[in-house]
Nanobody, 117 residues
């Protein structure tokens, strides 16, 4: 059974930091590109950051460049998202995403991040 389980979300003040984790199971983690997406109320889901399976090439959404860092640990089947200098605009549900460059796409259940004073 495929599972992507996110954790690490919560309430943080503007300027603060959070680290999200996504633990994968049920598929060969190293064979998948891993990404984080987010969706704020009333907005479309958008790509936050992605990391490829082989060379670890990174991609970031324009809104988070320089503040967020994605990383993966293939030995632990885990992908991380380090988020710094958070602002209220970063408030959203953050989703873990896995893709094998083919027909297999998996989503986590999401974790809420709220940035507020």
């Amino acid at each position: 059974q495929v599972q992507l389980v996110e954790s690490g979300g919560g309430l943080v003040q503007p300027g603060g930091s959070l680290r999200l984790s996504c633990v994968a199971s049920g598929f060969v983690f190293s064979g998948y590109a891993m990404s984080w997406y987010r969706q704020a109320p009333g907005k479309q889901r958008e790509l936050v950051a992605g990391i490829r399976r082989a060379d670890g090439d990174l991609k970031y959404g324009d809104a988070v460049k320089g503040r967020f860092t994605i990383d993966r640990d293939n030995a632990q089947n885990t992908v991380y998202l380090e988020m710094n200098l958070l602002s209220p605009d970063d408030t959203a549900v953050y989703y873990c995403h896995a893709w094998n460059y083919g027909e297999h796409v998996y989503w986590g259940q999401g974790t809420q991040v709220t940035v507020s004073s």
